[in-house]
Structure formats: structure tokens, C-alpha cells
């Protein structure tokens, strides 16, 4: 089974800090990984995924992800955090052999201070 | 092209009634699957649908319930409300073929409020 943790319920950066979300997966092969957003009142939106190739993967409103295999991790980063990126962070795992759905973590609300 | 679209917004029901929430997906697309999302818990997955029959549900007991419609569209029925149901009921869908590299995307909710 997989199974995804979330470090943090919230994250509070200043605007133009650095933007450091993290999470962690348990898979028994190596995952499928997203990043989804969730603005106030909205549905999720996709920031990014990871399948296969660069480990490094680039994704919308300036964000971007790494797939680190050896820590079993797929933190999101901004380097500089605008107002407008507050929000709800949902990183997600799927099995790429497996059941087709997608397991969330339990999220993470990024506050962004003046 | 229009997202994934649900209603009602927002429903209120009493404890003990039915409640039947609607989803209809993007145009193409043959999957839908249903999310709970309540305050502090994240997204826990409810049913999983696909050319019109239920692929997987999840650990939720029977009263949840759903199902999928020949042009692809979704209900998901609530029977028994508890006070617990209370929270916000996503759908989703996702282009037809089984791979689990594909993007899944998300309506904007379903608000449902037992009292």
C-alpha cells in the first residue's frame, strides 16, 4: 500500500522567502507524483507531476518539484513566495502497476506574510 | 472548454435524510472518482468510476454509494446522514484509458452540511 506524509499542517513565509513544502512517500515501486493546489473555496488544481525521465520537474506559478528516490521525497520549492500563492498544498502518490487512484496526503496550508 | 462541474454548491440536510450530490466531467473523459475532503483529514477517496461501472470504493461504509451514467456523469448518494458526513465532496475525472500517470482533475465541491 502507499501512503503519503505531509511535513507541517502550515508553513508561514514571508513574500520573496524561499517556499519549501515537503513530502514524503512509502511505495513498494517507484511512484507517480503530483502536487495539487487548492485555493479558498475551489476544486484542486495541478501544480506538477513526476512519471518518468528528469527528476526534476517544472510546473506551473513558478514552482518546481524533485524526485529523490534514495529519500523517498518529492518536496515542492519556490524561490521567492508571492501573496498570491496562499493556499492549500496536496502532494499525491500513485502506483504505476497499481489501482489507478491517487493517495493524498493530508495537506499543507501555505500562509504568506507582508 | 468547460472543467469539471458539480451541484449543488452547497446542500444542508438533517441527520438521518439522503443526500445525492451530481458531477458531470470534462467532455472526453470516462473517469470520475469521488473524494471526502473534512476539516483536518485531507482527501480520503470514496468511489472510483469508469466507462460506467464502480472499479474501487473506499473504506466508507455502504450508505455511500454512487454511480455513473452513460454520458459519463456521476451521483453520489449519501443515505443516513450522520453529523460526521458533514464536509466537502469532490469529483473528479480523468481521460479514458487506465494509467496511472494521468492528471486528475477537480470540480470545485459539493459543501454538504448535516445538522
Known amino acids: 500500500a502507499q501512503s503519503v506524509t505531509q511535513l507541517g499542517s502550515h508553513v508561514s513565509v514571508s513574500e520573496g522567502a524561499l517556499v519549501l513544502l515537503r513530502c514524503n512517500y512509502s511505495?513498494?515501486?517507484?511512484?507517480?507524483l503530483f502536487w495539487y493546489v487548492q485555493y479558498p473555496n475551489q476544486g484542486l488544481q495541478l501544480l506538477l507531476k513526476y512519471t518518468t525521465g528528469a527528476t526534476l520537474v517544472k510546473g506551473i506559478n513558478g514552482f518546481e518539484a524533485e524526485f529523490k528516490k534514495s529519500e523517498t521525497s518529492f518536496h515542492l520549492t519556490k524561490p521567492s513566495a508571492h501573496m498570491s500563492d496562499a493556499a492549500e498544498y496536496f502532494c499525491?502518490?500513485?502506483?504505476?502497476?497499481?489501482?489507478?487512484?491517487?493517495?493524498f496526503g493530508r495537506g499543507t496550508s501555505l500562509i504568506v506574510h507582508p | 472548454e468547460a472543467g469539471v462541474t458539480q451541484s449543488p454548491t452547497h446542500l444542508i440536510k438533517t441527520r438521518g435524510q439522503q443526500a445525492t450530490l451530481r458531477c458531470s466531467p470534462i467532455?472526453?473523459?470516462?473517469?470520475v472518482y469521488w473524494y471526502q475532503q473534512a476539516l483536518g483529514l485531507g482527501l480520503q477517496f470514496l468511489l472510483w468510476y469508469d466507462e460506467g461501472e464502480e472499479r474501487n470504493r473506499g473504506n466508507f461504509p455502504p450508505r455511500f454509494s454512487g454511480r455513473q451514467f452513460p454520458n459519463y456523469s456521476s451521483e453520489l448518494n449519501v443515505n443516513a446522514l450522520e453529523l460526521e458526513d458533514s464536509a466537502l465532496y469532490l469529483c473528479?475525472?480523468?481521460?479514458?484509458?487506465?494509467?496511472?500517470?494521468?492528471?486528475?482533475?477537480f470540480g470545485e465541491g459539493s459543501w454538504l452540511t448535516v445538522v
Open positions: 499525491a502518490v500513485s502506483d504505476p502497476g497499481g489501482s489507478y487512484i491517487p493517495t
Open positions: 511505495s513498494s515501486v517507484p511512484p507517480y
Open positions: 467532455s472526453g473523459h470516462t473517469s
Open positions: 473528479a475525472s480523468s481521460p479514458k484509458g487506465k494509467y496511472s500517470g494521468n492528471t486528475i482533475y
